[in-house]
């Protein structure tokens, strides 16, 4: 699936491949605070990661990509808002979503798309259909220490893009999203998953 969208605001790209895009913000002279730091992630991906799943270096996504629930039941996670709502002219499911700060399982910290320190506790959420430069799957991360939205953006005849933003509480980085990102966001047709 190709996409175009006009980022937000000038963003660091850590992680750029076939189906996946990272970005975040929140630097301070060059260094990254993760205490105030924000990221934004577009995924195609396969599905949800189980707590045993979720600690891997190599995690899968053994759970379907639209049973939210089974990876909630699976995880130590907290559902502050799940709604359906439109947003620059399409249906989009949106999740907000906490992990268990009493949470023991911990996906691995450290740097390329990993958890940050300070964001733990921190959990894969699934595996896109792309692999590293050395050939693993690398999912994306779901953040504790602050409030972390899902949006489930269709595709006709397919699992939704995923689209992750993570902020601090009270940050109007999601709004900053919806009306830049999203609203500017272009999806075109589908295409097979890439074989890793």
Excluded: K
Aim: net charge negative.
């Amino acid at each position: 699936v190709d996409v175009e969208f006009e980022p937000p605001r000038d963003m660091f790209l850590p992680t750029h491949r076939a189906g996946v895009i990272l970005m975040i913000d929140g630097f301070n002279n060059g260094v990254f605070l993760p205490e105030t730091g924000v990221a934004l992630g577009l995924t195609r991906w396969g599905g949800w990661s189980t707590r045993e799943e979720a600690v891997s270096d190599d995690p899968v996504a053994s759970i379907d990509p639209n049973d939210i629930d089974a990876w909630v039941a699976a995880n130590d996670i907290i559902v502050l808002n799940d709604e359906t709502r439109e947003i620059a002219g399409r249906t989009a499911r949106v999740i907000d979503i906490t992990v268990d700060p009493a949470s023991t399982v911990q996906a691995s910290t450290g740097v390329d798309g990993r958890c940050f320190e300070l964001w733990e506790p921190c959990f894969h959420s699934g595996v896109p259909a792309s692999a590293d430069e050395e050939g693993r799957p690398r999912a994306p991360w779901v953040s504790g220490q602050r409030v972390t939205r899902f949006y489930l953006l269709p595709i006709e005849g397919s699992a939704p893009l995923l689209l992750e933003v993570g902020a601090p509480p009270g940050s109007t980085w999601f709004d900053e999203v919806e009306s830049t990102f999203i609203d500017s966001l272009v999806i075109g047709p589908d295409a097979p998953p890439i074989d890793l």
